[in-house]
T-cell receptor, first 110, second 113 residues
């Protein structure tokens, strides 16, 4: 069964304290690994798509990387406005839709 | 920018009521999706549609149906609402088939009492 697993479930950091979020997947024939940000009471907002091992993408303080078995979302010198739930997802067995992990709830304290 | 609009931000319904959740996208996307999101369970796919009048079951279709009469509009129907259908419902769209990135609406928080 295709699975996407994220860790940790929750992470509390001080402002400026860099860290990484993990996403491991067991999807055969990976056709993309997606990262989203979700703020409370809102829908997920797209951040990145990674397609091949070794690929990296950056946006402001976020950098996503991909290996053959997992993806990392690195956050460098975070600010309180980076607080959110970060979701990763991959296309499932069928041709459509994404299978999501349960997310990492990130809190950045001033 | 793609805009996916869900008609209601909050809804409160009674057990047994028929409930309609509406979603409209403005970018001519082929695919539309309905997910529900629950604490500890994450996002789970209910139904999706890849064309007008076409629909496919997702992972948790029981108790739900959908309608897509026009390309831009996708409706989720709870035939007889139950308390275990209290959840955040998220509509999404993607340009084409094949596991492309999804664009989400803001969600409808449904409470069934």
């Amino acid at each position: 069964e295709d699975q996407v697993t994220q860790s940790p479930e929750a992470l509390r950091l001080q402002e400026g304290e860099s860290s990484s979020l993990n996403c491991s997947y067991t999807v055969s024939g990976l056709r993309g690994l997606f990262w989203y940000r979700q703020d409370p009471g809102k829908g997920p907002e797209f951040l990145f798509t990674l397609y091949s091992a070794g690929e990296e993408k950056e946006k402001e303080r976020l950098k996503a990387t991909l290996t053959k078995k997992e993806s990392f979302l690195h956050i460098t010198a975070p600010k309180p406005e980076d607080s959110a739930t970060y979701l990763c997802a991959a296309p499932g067995r069928g041709a459509d839709g994404l299978t999501f992990g349960k997310g990492t709830h990130l809190i950045i304290q001033p | 920018d793609v805009k996916v609009t869900q008609s209601s931000r909050y809804l409160v319904k009674r057990t047994g009521e028929k409930v309609f959740l509406e979603c409209v996208q403005d970018m001519d996307h082929e695919n539309m999706f309905w997910y529900r999101q629950d604490p500890g369970l994450g996002l789970r796919l209910i139904y999706f549609s890849y064309d007008v009048k076409m629909k496919e079951k997702g992972d948790i279709p029981e108790g739900y149906s959908v309608s897509r009469e026009k390309k831009e509009r996708f409706s989720l129907i709870l035939e007889s609402a139950s308390t275990n259908q209290t959840s955040m419902y998220l509509c999404a769209s993607s340009l084409r088939r094949g596991g492309e990135k999804l664009f989400f609406g803001s969600g409808t928080q449904l409470s069934v009492l």
